[in-house]
C-alpha cells in the first residue's frame, strides 16, 4: 500500500491568499480525519469524515477553514483567506473502522508571510 | 475522555531498555490504552494498545498496572532511530467510530550513543 498521501508538502504562500492542502487515504478506509501541528499547540484534530461525510467539524480554527471529502479517495483542506498564524504542519489520517490503527501521512507544512 | 499524564522528556543510551511512563488514574474500564510516536518531520505511527493484559509487538511492549491507572511503553533496546516523541492515549471502547484520537504533548525521547 502507498499509505496515506498529502500534497504539497511545503507550501509557502502570502497572507491572504487561499491554500488548498490535499489528501488521498489508503484505499479501503472508511474515516478520515485532519489534524494540525504547532509548537505552541501540539497536535489538534480538526475535522474528521466516515464513508465521505463530515461527523465533527468542532476543531475547526474559524470560517476561513473548510474541508471537503468529494469521495472514499479524496479530501481537501482549504484556507481562504490565509493568515500567519495558520502556518503549522497539517496532517491528514485514515482508519477502517470504529477502532483500526490510525494511519498518518507524512504531512504538509505551511508557511504563511 | 479521560486523561493521561506523561513525562514531558526522558533520555536513554542506545541499546538499553527504555520505559516510558503514562498516568490515567481516571481510566474507565472501557477505555484502550494507546499507544503511537512521532519521529522528526513525520505523522505520528502506531506502536501498540492495550485493555487489561500486557500486549507484545515486533516494535515494543506494553505493561498496564493491575489497576489500570497506569502503563508503561518499553522499547526493549533503544536505538538512536526511536528518538521521538511519544504519545499516551485512551480511546472508550465501547464507542465505535464516533471516537478520534486525542493526542496530549507526550515524552520527548533522546537515545544517546
Known amino acids: 500500500d502507498a499509505g496515506v498521501i498529502q500534497s504539497p508538502r511545503h507550501e509557502v504562500t502570502e497572507m491572504g491568499q487561499e491554500v488548498t492542502l490535499r489528501c488521498k487515504p489508503i484505499s479501503g478506509h472508511d474515516y478520515l480525519f485532519w489534524y494540525r501541528q504547532t509548537m505552541m499547540r501540539g497536535l489538534e484534530l480538526l475535522i474528521y469524515?466516515?464513508?465521505?461525510?463530515?461527523?465533527?467539524d468542532s476543531g475547526m480554527p474559524e470560517d476561513r477553514f473548510s474541508a471537503k471529502m468529494p469521495n472514499a479517495s479524496f479530501s481537501t483542506l482549504k484556507i481562504q483567506p490565509s493568515e500567519p498564524r495558520d502556518s503549522a504542519v497539517y496532517f491528514c489520517?485514515?482508519?477502517?473502522?470504529?477502532?483500526?490503527?490510525?494511519?498518518f501521512g507524512e504531512g504538509s507544512r505551511l508557511t504563511v508571510l | 475522555d479521560a486523561k493521561t499524564t506523561q513525562p514531558n522528556s526522558m533520555e536513554s543510551n542506545e541499546e538499553e531498555p527504555v520505559h516510558l511512563p503514562c498516568n490515567h488514574s481516571?481510566?474507565?474500564?472501557?477505555?484502550?490504552i494507546h499507544w503511537y510516536r512521532q519521529l522528526p518531520s513525520q505523522g505520528p505511527e502506531y506502536v501498540i494498545h492495550g485493555l487489561t493484559s500486557n500486549v507484545n509487538n515486533r516494535m515494543a511492549s506494553l505493561a498496564i498496572a493491575e489497576d489500570r491507572k497506569s502503563s508503561t511503553l518499553i522499547l526493549h533496546r533503544a536505538t538512536l532511530r526511536d528518538a521521538a516523541v511519544y504519545y499516551c492515549?485512551?480511546?472508550?471502547?465501547?464507542?465505535?467510530?464516533?471516537?478520534?484520537?486525542?493526542f496530549g504533548k507526550g515524552t520527548r525521547l533522546s537515545v544517546i550513543a
Open positions: 469524515f466516515n464513508n465521505n461525510v463530515p461527523i465533527d
Open positions: 489520517a485514515s482508519r477502517k473502522g470504529g477502532t483500526g490503527e490510525l494511519f
Open positions: 481516571t481510566i474507565s474500564g472501557t477505555d484502550y
Open positions: 492515549i485512551l480511546r472508550d471502547g465501547l464507542k465505535s467510530g464516533n471516537t478520534p484520537l486525542v
